[in-house]
C-alpha cells in the first residue's frame, strides 16, 4: 500500500511565505537602559520569529535584542560590505541561503563558535564549528484533494512522470512548481534532484509536455492548488505547504518517497561582529533543548536537537520515514553552483524542456526563495 504521508503529522508553519523586510527592538527585560544589545540578520519574518527571540529574553533578561529582517541576498552582501569597510556588522546572522551563508563562512566572513552542543551536532549540520543547521524542513509534493478523489497522487518521481505522460492532454497548464532561473530554493532542489533522479530530465520534458506553470515564490503556487486551478505542485518547501493544508482542505501534501530533499537554516557569527559571545550565546540558546522545543511548537519548524521532546523534529520523521530523507549537508559542496559557468549550464538544459516564455508568471521574489544553491551531498548523511 502506498504510504501517502501528510506533512502536517510533524508541524505547522505560522507563515505561509517570507514578508516585506522589517526592522524590531527588543529592549532588555530587566529594564536596563545601557544593557548590550545583540544584532540579528535574519531572513526569517519578524512574526514568526518573535517567539524564539522572546523565549532567549526570558532566558538572558538583561540582553537587549536588534532584529533585523532582510533578503537572503542582502544579509550576505551588508556582512560582506561591512566587514571590508572595517565595519561592525551583525553578532548572528540566520539564513535559508544555505549557499550564501557557506559562502560567508569559506571566505573568512564567519568565526568559530565552539559550543556546548557542537561537538555532538549531526555532523552533517556543522561545518568546523562556524556554520550550523538548525532547522530540518522537507521538501514536498502538493496536489488538489477533489482532483485526486478516485485515485492516489504521485508519491515518487517516477510515479509523476508516468501520470504527466497519461494525462498531459487533460492536466494542460495545471502542474505548479518553482523558475530555477529566478527562484534560489527552486534552483537547490533541482540541483539536488539531477544528482539524485537519474531520469530527472526526463521528468521536466514531461512537465513541459503538460504544461507546467513555473513561479518565483511558494504561495503563488499554493494559492493556485487551493482553488483548483493547479492540480499539483513540484518540490515546494514543507513549512509553508504543511500551513496551506491546515487552513485550505483542499490541499494535500505528499513527503517523496523515493527521496524527500532537507533543507536547513544556517546560522553563524560574523568575523566583524562587536559581540560575538552575544552571537554565540544565541547560536547556542537556539541549538539547545529550550530553544529548539521553541522552534518545534511556536515557530512550527522541525528541530533537529534530540533531545526534543515534540513531534516535530528531525528524529520522528526519521522514525516514521526510514531511508527517504535527503538532509543537504553544511559544506563547501553548496558552492558549487555559485560558479557562474556552471550555473548558466544547468539552466540552460533545464529551459530545454519548457517554453519559458510562456510557462514563467512574472512575480517579486520572496525573501526566503533567494538565492539558495548546492550540490551533492552523501547518501550516508541522513
Known amino acids: 500500500m502506498r504510504a501517502i504521508i501528510l506533512l502536517t503529522m510533524f508541524f505547522l508553519t505560522a507563515a505561509g511565505g517570507a514578508t516585506a523586510a522589517g526592522v524590531k527592538f527588543y529592549p532588555a527585560l530587566d529594564g536596563n537602559a545601557d544593557a548590550r544589545v545583540l544584532l540579528i540578520y535574519s531572513s526569517l519574518d519578524l512574526p514568526t520569529a518573535d517567539p524564539m527571540l522572546s523565549s532567549f529574553q526570558r532566558r538572558f533578561p538583561g540582553i537587549a535584542v536588534q532584529y533585523e529582517e532582510f533578503l537572503t541576498s542582502e544579509i550576505h552582501d ?26 560567508l563562512a569559506n571566505d573568512g566572513y564567519a568565526q568559530q563558535s565552539n559550543l556546548p552542543l557542537s561537538d555532538s551536532w549531526p555532523r552533517w549540520a556543522n561545518w568546523r564549528n562556524t556554520a550550523y543547521a538548525l532547522t530540518y524542513e522537507p521538501v514536498v509534493f502538493v496536489y488538489h484533494k477533489p482532483s485526486f478523489a478516485n485515485m492516489a497522487p504521485p508519491s515518487t518521481r517516477g510515479e509523476l512522470e508516468q501520470w504527466l505522460i497519461r494525462n498531459k492532454d487533460t492536466i ?3 502542474v505548479g512548481t ?20 537519474r531520469d530527472i530530465w526526463e521528468l521536466m520534458a514531461a512537465m513541459g509536455a503538460a504544461g507546467a506553470r513555473l513561479h518565483s515564490t511558494t504561495s503563488e503556487i499554493l494559492d493556485r492548488v ?36 532537507i533543507m536547513s537554516r544556517i546560522g553563524l557569527v560574523p568575523k566583524a561582529s562587536a559581540a560575538p559571545d552575544l552571537g554565540g550565546l544565541f547560536l547556542d540558546y537556539f541549538m ?24 516535530n523534529t528531525a528524529d520522528a520523521m526519521r522514525t516514521a520515514l526510514s531511508g527517504q530523507l535527503r538532509p543537504v549537508p553544511v559544506s563547501p559542496g553548496l558552492l558549487v553552483y555559485l560558479d557562474q559557468v556552471k550555473r548558466a549550464r544547468l539552466i540552460d538544459r533545464w529551459r530545454s524542456a519548457f517554453d519559458v516564455s510562456v510557462l514563467r508568471n512574472e512575480t517579486p521574489v520572496e525573501a526566503d526563495d533567494l538565492y539558495v544553491d548546492g550540490d551533492l551531498w552523501p547518501q550516508s548523511w541522513q
Open 172 to 174: 494542460q497548464g495545471k
Open 78 to 103: 551588508r556582512v560582506v560590505r561591512e566587514t571590508d569597510a572595517g565595519e561592525v556588522t551583525a553578532d548572528v546572522v540566520f539564513s535559508s541561503a544555505m549557499d550564501l551563508q557557506i559562502k
Open 226 to 261: 487551493a482553488d483548483g486551478r493547479y492540480i499539483f505542485g513540484y518540490n515546494l518547501v514543507g513549512t509553508y505547504a504543511a500551513e496551506w493544508a491546515v487552513r485550505e482542505p483542499n490541499i494535500g501534501v505528499v513527503l517523496p518517497e523515493d527521496y524527500t530533499i
Open 178 to 197: 518553482y523558475d530555477i532561473e529566478t527562484a534560489g530554493l527552486g534552483f537547490l532542489f533541482f540541483s539536488r534532484d539531477q544528482e539524485q533522479y
Open 288 to 311: 539547545s533543548q529550550e530553544g529548539q522545543t521553541v522552534m518545534a511548537r511556536e515557530l512550527h519548524i522541525a528541530a533537529l536537537n534530540p533531545s526534543v521532546e515534540d513531534g
